[in-house]
């Protein structure tokens, strides 16, 4: 029974915006003539019937201003559909400020409204339309700047993902876009009513496939928006770690030293529990995150318990890696002040090192698109001295 309804109606985009009077009306008469009765609009999407080929015209008309205040259709509304109605025309839906009516009587009246108050209507949105692109257009070129020139935004695109900074500055310039258009056709429109012409002859220069695609550009940034949302926030909600796995399990070798390859012992820690996260990004094909914590037997005699924690970044270029590990360092430095040391680096074959105590003491190294950054941790035991174990890092490095 399902499948029968759902053969009944399909769905189809628009092939023009809603402004485009004389390109709506003419669709809509084109799918009737198809089979294809319009029953509604759902999200910028118009629902058909499926029935007989027949000569319906449909024409739009522009409904009174709805107060965003007001619950349901207002009173002018209301009017304005009843009198559409009595000269014969049937109301399906609504698409933004328009309504969509319909006759079968290829002699009924056309619709019109007084001109001085279709003349209000299209001012008042087109100042409607100018108000939304001052305000996308601040995001665009105010907000959206300092947000990719703030302090660590390498870091901050890394740590949420490039995609999402991506797809919010996408959503911003077409609505931007979207704005400037709408404003140039309801000006056009404006002064049409104003001069007592047709609104019916004003077409936009807009093949129908280009607009579609236009139309779909925020549909597609919205789903991968919420997708991409989901996707982490499942992720925390599920596993306080989300994307780790035993580091025994990866089978990859790992393009920098292992804790064993630091620590002059024997590992004695049998139950480990190092994990290795493994991520990508537009900006970094690879990142991981390694955690490993385990017990040695030192050369003494003595058990010692030893921890570190590594990020490794490859960039995409030499360029991006230095100011990863430049904004990883300022950091760092902003936020453990008053615990901020700095070491000295012997001469180690990299591009660029740095290293500090931040809580626990923390080595940064670039070696042409490589970033690695490791914070070794000896839980109270003697510490090691970081002019040894940044040679082991730095040596790894290929």
């Not at 779909?216 to 989901?230: A, D």
């Not at 809580?359 to 090691?384: C, M």
Request: charged content about 25%.
């Amino acid at each position: 029974m399902r499948d029968k309804e759902r053969k009944r109606y399909t769905i189809r985009m628009s092939p023009c915006p809603v402004y485009d009077i004389a390109g709506m009306e003419q669709w809509l008469n084109d799918m009737a003539a198809k089979g294809l009765w319009l029953c509604r609009y759902t999200m910028g999407l118009a629902v058909f019937a499926k029935r007989e080929p027949a000569n319906l015209h449909y024409q739009l008309a522009l409904l009174p201003y709805e107060p965003l205040m007001e619950k349901g259709l207002p009173a002018a509304q209301d009017e304005m559909i009843v009198f559409c109605e009595e000269y014969g025309w049937q109301y399906i839906t609504k698409r933004g400020r328009f309504g969509i009516f319909m006759t079968e009587d290829e002699k009924a009246q056309t619709l019109h409204s007084d001109v001085q108050l279709e003349s209000a209507e299209y001012e008042e949105l087109r100042r409607q339309e100018k108000s939304a692109f001052r305000s996308n257009l601040l995001w665009l070129l105010i907000i959206a700047p300092f947000m990719l020139f703030e302090k660590n935004v390498l870091l901050n695109c890394l740590s949420v993902g490039t995609e999402l900074y991506l797809l919010v500055f996408a959503a911003m310039a077409w609505h931007v876009i979207n704005n400037a258009r709408n404003i140039s056709q309801l000006r056009r429109l404006e002064k049409q009513v104003q001069s007592g012409e047709k609104l019916r002859t004003c077409r936009m220069k807009l093949h129908p496939m280009a607009y579609r695609l236009y139309a779909v550009v925020p549909v597609i940034c919205f789903i991968l928006l919420v997708v991409l949302l989901t996707v982490k926030l499942d992720s925390v909600y599920e596993n306080p770690s989300p994307g780790y796995q035993p580091l025994a399990a990866y089978a990859e070798p790992l393009p920098f030293a292992r804790l064993k390859d630091v620590i002059e012992g024997v590992d004695i820690d049998t139950d480990t529990n190092d994990t290795i996260k493994v991520e990508h990004d537009i900006l970094a094909p690879l990142m991981l995150t390694v955690s490993q914590h385990d017990r040695y037997r030192m050369e003494d005699g003595t058990a010692r318990n030893y921890g570190v924690y590594v990020q490794y970044y490859k960039m995409i270029h030499p360029a991006l890696a230095m100011q990863l590990a430049r904004e990883q360092h300022n950091e760092d430095k902003e936020r453990w002040e008053k615990y901020y040391t700095g070491y000295t680096l012997p001469e180690l074959s990299v591009d660029y090192a740095i290293a500090y105590k931040a809580v626990n003491p923390k080595l940064i190294l670039v070696k042409d698109r490589q970033v690695l950054v490791v914070s070794l941790d000896s839980y109270g035991e003697e510490a090691l001295p970081v002019e040894e174990w940044s040679r082991v890092y730095a040596d790894s490095l290929k």
